[in-house]
């Protein structure tokens, strides 16, 4: 069964967004230390203190171009942004770590209960027709009159016995083999169409 098949979780890819995510803020962050240009657009003016001398030409003002902003000193705030976006990064990371290995458990976890309910389930199922075999045996017996009533009730109530403890044990087969498929992120077949599906 390929791991590839996890990435298909719900919980792996949320985490691994939240890597990427971490990631970008780090190019974010380090974009801070770089100059800032930008194309100013043209302003015009009159600036005067005294009303009588606005429309000469000392008072008028203009101006059009590029303009820069450069980071020179910041007490350190852009340095705490980067360790800051550098610690997200790394607790995203982490904790898609821990995200994919508690799937890898989950699915190793499951495919043991699956094995070993498939031979619990084997085991009683051959235990329900043995003792249906000896309840059939009974009836024989008591029919030919040599078996008494209590043997048949003995052997039919072992019989029922049997067969409730085979039918828990598939439903009990059933229900890891659902599990099974919850940790997997959906179905799996081994065409590779099916691999990249969205599963069940």
Known sequence: MPSVLLERR???????????AANAGIGVARAAWFPVFSLQAAAAGF?????????????????????GQLPIFDVGGRSAVNAQARA????SVASFRKT????YQE?????????????????DAAAAKAAQ???????????????????VTTTHTAALSAQSAALAAQAARL???????????????????QLNSPGL
Do not use: C, K
Request: avoid cysteine; glycine fraction near 8%.
């Open 10 to 20: 719900p919980d792996v890819a949320s985490a691994e967004r939240q890597v990427a």
């Open 47 to 67: 600036e005067s203190t005294a009303a009588a001398t606005w429309m000469g030409a000392p008072a008028r003002f203009w101006s059009v171009g590029p303009g």
């Open 88 to 91: 997200q990064y790394d607790e």
């Open 100 to 103: 994919a290995l508690t799937a």
């Open 107 to 123: 699915v190793e976890d499951s495919l043991v209960s699956v094995r070993r309910l498939a031979e619990e389930q084997a085991a």
């Open 133 to 151: 075999s000896a309840a059939y045996h009974a009836d024989e017996r008591y029919t030919a009159g040599v078996a008494d009533y209590i043997e």
């Open 175 to 193: 229900n890891a083999a659902v599990a099974l498929v919850q940790a997997l992120g959906g179905g799996w077949t081994n065409t590779p169409d």
